[in-house]
């Protein structure tokens, strides 16, 4: 399978605890978004990379998040202290950025976050 | 400010045409995207417009008019395996910005 995967698909923990999930994009995309879904409502944008560097973070995005891809390929996206509204799908895509194409994004299959 | 609307729901019967709207208000705009989304699955690519004009690509077509900040997808042919939910997204300079969803109801 040479798709977007997604690790863990699944977590349930307590709110107050720290969760990282991991993300492997296609292996020649060079960029690599993360966002959150909730129930009824479109993905929401809160990172992403090119290569190896942060280029943009939502300013909705809190301090407890932080996304990192320390050499251009896979990526981690770590919650601090987590709290009951960061229940959601975690989705990752990855693109291949061009200025000919619409950066069509590949999504991967999602981490189902589940704070108690 | 910076917002997509789209229909929340549209309901169609197998074989015939539907027309999902997208109008948007953002900064900075590069283009327009659709994505369909299975219930449980993760969001696909349909389809891009970068300039004015229809994009057709088999059964799905996608328009844009810049001046008028608004798209639209039509989907031909309908299919009961159409039914899904259906985003427009606005790429800007920094981000994606996606709509709520059409959810789509294909009937027999």
């Known amino acids: 399978d040479t798709g977007v995967s997604q690790d863990p698909r699944h977590k349930i923990t307590k709110r107050g605890q720290n969760v990282t999930f991991r993300c492997d994009p296609i292996s020649e995309h060079n960029r690599l978004y993360w966002y959150r879904q909730t129930l009824g409502q479109g993905p929401e944008f809160l990172t992403y990379?090119?290569?190896?560097?942060?280029?943009?973070k939502s300013r909705l995005l809190s301090d407890r998040f932080s996304a990192e891809r320390p050499k251009g390929s896979f990526s981690t996206l770590e919650i601090q202290r987590t709290e009951q509204g960061d229940s959601a799908m975690y989705l990752c895509a990855s693109s291949f950025l061009s200025e000919g194409l619409g950066n069509e994004q590949f999504f991967g299959p999602g981490t189902r976050l589940t704070v108690l | 400010g910076q917002s997509l609307e789209q229909p929340s729901e549209v309901t169609a019967v197998e074989g015939a045409i539907v027309q999902i709207n997208c109008t948007y208000q953002?900064?900075?705009?590069?283009?327009l995207s659709w994505y369909q989304q299975h219930d449980g699955g993760a969001p696909t690519f349909l389809s891009y417009?970068?300039?004015?004009g229809l994009e057709e690509t088999g059964r799905f077509s996608s328009f844009l008019s810049r001046s008028d900040s608004y798209g639209y997808l039509l989907l031909q042919e309908l299919q009961m395996k159409d039914s899904a939910s259906y985003f427009c997204a606005v790429r800007e300079p920094h981000d994606m910005r996606f709509g709520a969803g059409t959810r789509l109801t294909v009937k027999p």
């Open positions: 417009n970068g300039l004015d």
């Open positions: 953002t900064s900075g705009f590069y283009g």
């Open positions: 990379f090119q290569n190896e560097a942060q280029l943009e």
